[in-house]
Nanobody
Framework: QVQLVESGGGLVQAGGSLRLSCAAS????????MGWFRQAPGKEREFVAA????????YYADSAKGRFTISRDGAKNTVYLQMNSLKPEDTAVYYC????????????????WGQGTQVTVSS
């Protein structure tokens, strides 16, 4: 079992930056693939970024490329999402997720989820 706790959300002006953190506890998550997803009001949860423990492979949604960076600190059991040049359309609840199976961007293939952290970008 893996428990995930996100933090770092908040209110920021357009063009600003935030760094989200996802602290994992329970079983070691060294061999878990990690993902960040977001859900805006009235919309489905969507993929943002993923990090594989295999060669530290990363993958980003088109909306995140060039602005967001996912990284992992194994010693701290923590995954980060650095978000720069934020836009109002980035406003959403951001969720961290983990899976021990395969590297994926599909929401339903992640087994463990955090409770989410709100990110609000004002124009």
């Amino acid at each position: 079992q893996v428990q995930l706790v996100e933090s770092g959300g908040g209110l920021v002006q357009a063009g600003g930056s935030l760094r989200l953190s996802c602290a994992a506890s329970g079983r070691t998550f060294t061999t878990y693939h990690m993902g960040w997803f977001r859900q805006a009001p009235g919309k489905e949860r969507e993929f943002v970024a993923a990090h594989s423990w295999i060669r530290s492979t990363t993958y980003y949604a088109d909306s995140a490329k060039g602005r967001f960076t996912i990284s992992r600190d194994g010693a701290k059991n923590t995954v980060y999402l650095q978000m720069n040049s934020l836009k109002p359309e980035d406003t959403a609840v951001y969720y961290c997720a983990a899976t021990p199976r395969r590297f994926t961007i599909v929401t339903g293939e992640y087994e463990y989820w955090g409770q989410g952290t709100q990110v609000t970008v004002s124009s």
